[in-house]
């Protein structure tokens, strides 16, 4: 069986002009694909065993190509944009014909030139289409254990679960909502901590440190944060949780525990409803 979006081994069952057409071993001789002439190897004779990707031309023919795609199916991998077109985007692949990411498959809305991550598919027409909504197509069997530091691409934003990150561009995690921090958007590499390991592999992630060691970090931030508001903060660690956030980019505990730190050593007291930094 010929096998649209994969690689695979084809046996060559007639020559013509214009190249060979290739059939499965032992499969429906009837069922053939043209691999062009300009990429038949030299010397090719019927009953070669070629190996080929299969995908479609720009006349919705299935072709044969001796070129390495760039992705198969089922699969995933950072492509460039080439063109953004009224049906979508459309990416380069290391193939002849560029592959298309409908619009509707896209968790943000790209632009030419910018690079994403994408997995490949078969659509309602029996077309190969790019999709950025890679959660099905990652791994989980990651080498990567609690603690451990990791990069990767964050590839879609869920106000009700968090951050969704692609590890080295093919493991499953997660930053929960709770753990989100700053200005994060689809399409950033970020650098985490593995806070955890679900059974079922998926990674939980964390851009903070352990709490004994993000301390320090969150004491000479409020220190900063004091100097650029001549030294008062206009809250203190009685203030809601949102504000916090919004304000310091960390969790009220953690707010707290650096707070705590900064009055032990003496560097600042709380003054009303806010902080000042003694000097």
């Not at 990567?144 to 990150?165: C, L, N, P, Q, W």
């Not at 806070?195 to 440190?209: H, M, Q, W, Y």
């Not at 030294?231 to 310091?248: C, E, H, Q, S």
Request: charged content about 30%; proline content about 2%.
């Amino acid at each position: 069986m010929i096998k649209l979006g994969e690689v695979q081994d084809l046996t060559v069952v007639k020559k013509v002009e214009f190249g060979v057409y290739l059939a499965a071993e032992g499969g429906n001789t009837e069922e053939k694909v043209l691999l062009p002439e300009k990429q038949v190897p030299e010397g090719t004779q019927a009953g070669d065993i070629i190996r080929v990707f299969i995908y479609r031309d720009s006349s919705d023919r299935l072709i044969a190509t001796t070129k390495e795609a760039m992705l198969t199916l089922g699969k995933v991998a950072v492509l460039k944009v080439a063109q953004v077109a009224k049906i979508g985007a459309f990416l380069d692949w290391g193939l002849e014909k560029q592959l298309l990411l409908p619009f509707k498959e896209q968790t943000w809305q790209v632009r030419e030139g910018e690079d994403c991550l994408v997995a490949l598919y078969i659509d309602k027409s029996n077309r190969l289409c790019a999709t950025m909504k890679v959660y099905h197509y990652l791994n989980t069997d990651s080498p990567y254990k609690k603690d451990d530091r990791v990069t990767g691409r964050v590839y879609e934003i869920s106000r009700e679960f968090g951050a969704f990150v692609a590890v080295d561009d093919k493991y499953s995690g997660l930053i929960s909502g709770k753990e989100l921090y700053g200005d994060i958007r689809e399409g950033d590499i970020v650098h985490a901590r593995v806070a955890g390991v679900k059974e079922d592999g998926k990674l939980d992630l964390s851009l903070r440190e352990k709490a004994y060691l993000q301390i320090s970090t969150d004491a000479d931030k409020i220190l900063k944060m004091l100097e650029s508001y001549d030294g008062v903060l206009p809250f203190n660690d009685k203030a809601d949780p949102d504000t916090i956030k919004r304000a310091m980019q960390m969790s009220k505990n953690e707010f707290k525990r650096a707070v705590g730190r900064l009055l032990k050593e003496g560097k600042i007291i709380i003054d009303g409803n806010g902080i000042r930094k003694i000097e």
